[in-house]
């Protein structure tokens, strides 16, 4: 009996091995196939006998084959990329549109009255003109030359005025308000015949003050003023005083300053041919009186409407010449 049954052990434990292998194969090649069944997930039914057989047999298997079991590797976790930050869009100031700056408004070109190279009677008479202020010299005539150029320019510096030689409109009227119409003669270039002095026949207001040495004596009462030298009456104009707001000063002076071409610092008006005695006060020759008469006053100063004698008497008068005005 005991002979007989050795057999049959014998297979049962041969069977008994190779049921055992082929689950641990086949355990092999579930696991090989699925890497992503970690140790804690459940694997197919399949494998779950093989485990089961393979638990209850260890010791078979160690013992009969020596096979070492193949470890299942632990999955390796994927790697996370961390998300780039979307930047918001930084919005740049806009800056606010320029206001607009009107255009500028075009200064008008001057007008002009004259240039260099004209001819004709206006350039007489603006030669004639600017001879009255002593800024022409020589005789006049009908050509616009280099004398003209100068004479024009330098009455456009004096005046402030651009000095371009070109007589333009603002030239023009500015030398129109400082002279007077031109005469016959002044175009003809006729010399003004001088007064021929006639001692002792002139008749005058004398004043005892007036006596003595060179004196410009003036009288309030006919309105006369009269050239005396050492008490002889020479000859004698015209004159015109200031109103009663402001009056001519009365009493003895002397002249102190005298000047052809010269403007009121207060009243912007022309005062040629000036002698002045009394502060602004001064001797000098008068458009408006030539124009109106007694019609109307200056602003204190004497005013003479006779211009060729008085250029003649501004000639003789000299710097420390007395002057008397009295009633």
């Known amino acids: ?9 014998s297979a049962r434990g041969m069977r008994h091995i190779l ?23 459940a694997g197919t039914g399949v494998g779950t006998s093989s485990a089961a057989s393979t638990t209850g047999t260890s010791s078979a298997t160690t013992s009969g084959t020596g096979a070492t079991p193949t470890a299942t590797p632990p999955a390796t976790p994927s790697a996370t990329t961390p998300a780039t930050p979307t930047k918001t869009p930084t919005k740049t100031p806009t800056a606010p549109p320029a206001t607009a700056q009107p255009a500028p408004t075009p200064v008008p070109a001057p007008v002009i009255v004259l240039r260099p190279g004209d ?45 371009t030689g070109v007589l333009d409109e603002r030239t023009w009227d500015k030398l129109v308000a400082m002279t007077h119409q031109p005469t016959a003669d002044e175009l003809a270039n006729v010399k003004p015949k001088p007064a021929e002095p006639k ?10 003050r007036c006596l003595t040495g060179r004196v410009m004596c003036i009288s309030k009462s006919t309105r006369r003023l009269t050239w005396v030298v050492d008490g002889v009456p020479q000859y004698g104009f015209d004159v015109r005083f200031g109103s009663d707001e402001l009056p001519t000063r009365e009493g003895v002076f ?7 071409d010269v403007i009121s610092n207060l009243y ?40 060729p004698l008085l250029i003649q008497l501004y000639d003789e008068v000299r710097i420390g010449d007395k002057v008397v005005v009295h009633w």
């Open 1 to 9: 009996m005991q002979a007989a049954s050795s057999p049959v052990r």
């Open 119 to 163: 001819t004709g009677p206006k350039v007489r008479s603006l030669q004639a003109r600017l001879r009255q202020l002593n800024w022409f010299e020589g005789d006049v005539s009908d050509r616009y030359g280099s004398r003209t150029t100068s004479a024009v320019s330098g009455f456009q510096a004096k005046r402030g005025f651009a000095a």
């Open 19 to 41: 049921v055992l292998s082929g689950a641990i194969a086949t355990l092999v090649a579930t696991t090989a196939c699925t890497p992503d069944q970690g140790a804690g997930t």
């Open 199 to 208: 001692p002792g026949a002139v008749s005058w207001d004398v004043d005892p």
């Open 268 to 307: 912007h008006t022309p005062m040629p041919y000036s002698m002045f005695f009394s502060g602004g006060q001064a001797v000098h020759y008068s458009s408006n009186f030539a124009r109106l008469g007694y019609a109307g006053a200056s602003h204190g100063c004497v005013n003479v409407r006779n211009k």
């Open 254 to 260: 002397s002249v102190y300053k005298k000047k052809v």
